[in-house]
């Protein structure tokens, strides 16, 4: 018997998504309330393969910092070398800040990582998958170097397949360099900062991101999908397959099938091309963002020997200067923000799911696109987005070979750029959420627009017009400050102009071509022209299709001390003041923020301003608002009302309100709505109060909770000018990822315990590991009462394989259904079955490490209905239950809690 159930940890801490060849599962799910998995890209895959095999190999790692020489070889002792778990940044340790570049620390470093083959690996053609290794990496397997990547934010593979031990110890090393060429502005961090992946698949089998759906005219009533599959044969013979690709739904239900014969000449590759007719479609929208699902399986005759999942969403994308750009027929404008990758305190080594908090804060500000500056993030940002209904802005790169003002920046440009461009695009085309795609920015940034940058745009875009015509392509372009005759010559070059900062040129590049599509690719939140808001430029002009604030999120690097803070959240993803004011011009839902301070900024700045009512005598309070009108009160006092009308830049200023103690309320009113916002009086500082971003985790080694630590009066009110230390322990089995503040001007160090708070808070990230359990963090600031928090982890339930339509030509691989009932009183599980054809059958109950707990049957079975007991007591835990009548098998999953 050979099960490797999803949530199985191995001694190599891998994590398996396979179970079982060519088998049938009917799995139990466990149903959580309130959390999410880990790892998105295994949820999905979990539901779907069958049989390709694919491991999460991010746990039980070494790295060291520094050149080691000999550090490949498979005898190499790394004993002294430090355990640790990727995605890791070697940089966040040593960042102290200081100004750009020197706050962009680099490093030099190797990891190895030990394993041997598993189950179900042997014979078969093995890649490792890197999701992002920055940067110039070489990958060696048992001494042998099998790969290298330069560019570090593509993600990219390396067949392992030839220098494989099939018995015994492998030796996955990883050395990276980034100090040598030292090439980002910002703080890019160094290492494996994304998953790694090991992958087998049969001899014949699709290509790795070799699959691209896309569909044309889509409409709710039909939809033509057209699915491509890359197929390779590393076989010294043609070999002959069956492409079948089946469509399902959300639901999980499959909508249509096609099967199509190939045959694949020795060792190389053949594209088919697959059209299906989808009806009663739900479109892919930023309020309906649906996703479907082209599960392709290769047959070798009747028998399934490779699949692959490709997520799409059915919706299509045009743009023109009379029409703007438009998304299913209607037209929409991009209210964008640039994002830069690393976030605090995790560096460049960011969770999925501290993105996804990112990513909601962003839609919740009412922003509804994210330029990727200046780079592609990791595969499970694109699925946040695609879920939660946002657009993306995808960029590349953000130099070529040839920048004006900082020297080479993408080294080897001339022998990389057509392989890590293809890396960069195939990965990503199939996500629904990213609308135009961005080939690099500012390489140019004094002056006219250089020749250098038509020849290179009339190079890059029809090569990457190849792989995906789907979108339009754009650069952001900084140059030609006196030049709008060269914007608009680049409309010639790329479908749609990209300018960043020089939103004043809009109307003569307009007037020079009339058909130039353009869009504000980085912009200050005020014109530099007329003062005014940016967006007040592009919201009624169809011809500029959004803009992107520089930026949505404060960054590491460029910036003073630590980092940028251009942005309307802080690194820790707290809100500022700014955030609603930004909400107030890109949303329609009546909103209203009151803050003290003046509320104008300008050129990158956001203004300072206070959270609390904490203040003395006349005091100058504003409200940032869409409403119509405003009406403020001191405790009962009115204060009076404000018009919206009176005020052009959407920013509505009170002048020397007398501050009283108690509360503030704003009240707007819009079209019948009121909407209320207030801040209190803080009292005397009394207390830690945590908010915890949520209190169950799966025990993947991957989920993680953002704890937000306030210092608070007695009444949970936070005191915002409290800058006391704070400090936590974490116990468990959970780990401390590290405690950061909003504050850019603190260099303490990220992956310590303790740190000042900033505006009354700090920000504590504690993960799972892969045992369930319980986690408990204390938090501390002197003299205050301390807060304790216990966070659960449980093992990650599995989802339903899907109802598979049956495999052409050929019977359906089934068992028997297979349930089961607890009575938590005396322990006992009772497993029923069915048993279709009559044969040899055997049940039995398995450990997720593969252990058999007990054999409840082995004995041939006439065909009927079936029971038998199993006495759970104090065997709390996860377990399979493994039927198995002639070649069928049947699993299910249970988590028994006694």
Known sequence: ???????????????????????????????????????????????????????????????????????????????SWTPTNVPHDLSITLEKGGGAPANDPGATGWYRYHFT?????????????????????????????????????????CDLTPYLNPTGDNVLAVFVDNVTSHLSRWYSGTGIFRHVWLIATDKVYVRNWGTAVTTAAPTAASSQ???????????????????????????????????????????????????????????????????????????????????????????EVKWSATTGMTLNGAMIKLKGACFHHNLIPAGAAVPDEMY????????????????????????????????????????????????????????????????DLRLFLERDRNHPCIVIWSLGNEVASAGTIPAY????????????????????????????????????????YEDVVGVNYQDFLYPQIHSSNANAVLCGTEQNPYSASNGLPTWFEVRNTAYVIGHHLWTGVDYLGEGGGLGSTTGYLDNCIFRKAWFYYMRSQWSDTPTVHVAIGSGAGSGFGTPDLQENWNQSGSVSVVTYTNCDSVQLFVNTTKVGTKN????????????SVPWSSGTIKAIGFKGGVQVVDSINTAGTAAKVFLKPSKTTLYADGEDVCCIEADIADANNNLVFSANSPISFTVTGVGRSL???????????????????????????????????GTINVTVNSGTLTSAELAITTVAQPITPVLNRPPLMNSNTDRAGMLSWTHNPGNGNVRINFNVDVPGATNLSVVSPSGRVVNCLMNKYQKAGTYSAEWKATARSGVYFFVLKTNANKAVRKAFIVE
């Open 1 to 79: 018997m050979n099960i490797r159930p999803y949530t199985t940890k191995g001694r190599n801490g891998m994590r398996s998504l396979y179970v079982g060849s060519f088998s049938m599962f009917f799995l139990t799910v466990f149903l959580m309330t309130g959390i999410a998995s880990g790892s998105m890209t295994e949820r999905l895959e979990e539901r779907f393969l069958k049989n390709r095999i694919k491991i999460r190999i991010d746990e039980g790692w070494k790295v060291i910092s520094g050149n080691v020489t000999g550090a490949e070889a498979t005898a190499f002792n790394d004993a």
């Open 117 to 157: 083959l598993p189950a179900g690996f042997a014979g078969k053609k093995v890649i490792v998958q890197f999701d992002g290794v920055y940067h110039d990496s070489k990958i060696y397997l048992n001494g042998t170097q099998v790969g290298s990547q330069r560019y570090g934010y593509v993600s990219f593979i």
């Open 225 to 315: 999908i057209r699915v491509q599959t890359d197929v390779v044969n590393d076989l010294t013979t043609a070999q002959t397959r069956t492409v079948e690709t089946i469509i399902y739904n959300e639901a999980g239900n499959p909508l249509q099938t096609v099967s199509t014969p190939i045959t694949v000449s020795a060792s190389s590759i053949d594209t088919c091309v697959q059209t299906l007719t989808l009806t009663s479609c739900q479109l892919w929208t930023m309020a309906t963002p649906v996703r479907y699902y082209a599960y392709t399986r290769l047959l070798n005759g009747t028998t399934p020997a490779d699949d692959y999942i490709t997520p799409f969403g059915i919706r």
């Open 356 to 419: 996804e908090r990112a990513i909601r804060e962003l839609r919740a500000s009412g922003c509804t696109s994210i330029r990727t500056s200046h780079n592609p993030l990791g595969p499970e940002f694109y699925d946040y987005c695609d879920q939660i209904g946002i657009m993306v802005m995808d960029e590349w790169v953000d130099k070529w070979a040839q920048p004006a003002d900082k020297g080479v920046y993408y080294a080897d440009w001339a022998k990389d750029w057509k392989k």
């Open 453 to 492: 940058i038509f020849d290179t745009l009339g190079m890059l875009v029809p090569f990457a017009k190849n792989i995906d015509k789907t979108r339009p392509y754009t650069h952001a372009c900084v140059a030609g400050w006196s030049d709008p005759a060269g914007f608009a010559k680049l409309a010639n």
């Open 644 to 655: 919206l009308s009176s005020f052009n830049t959407m920013i509505m200023q009170w002048t």
């Open 738 to 772: 590290g405690i950061a503040s909003g504050n850019m001007n603190d260099v303490s160090a990220f992956k310590a315990t303790s740190r000042n708070a900033y505006r009354g808070k700090a920000l504590i990230v504690v993960q799972s590991t892969p045992t369930p």
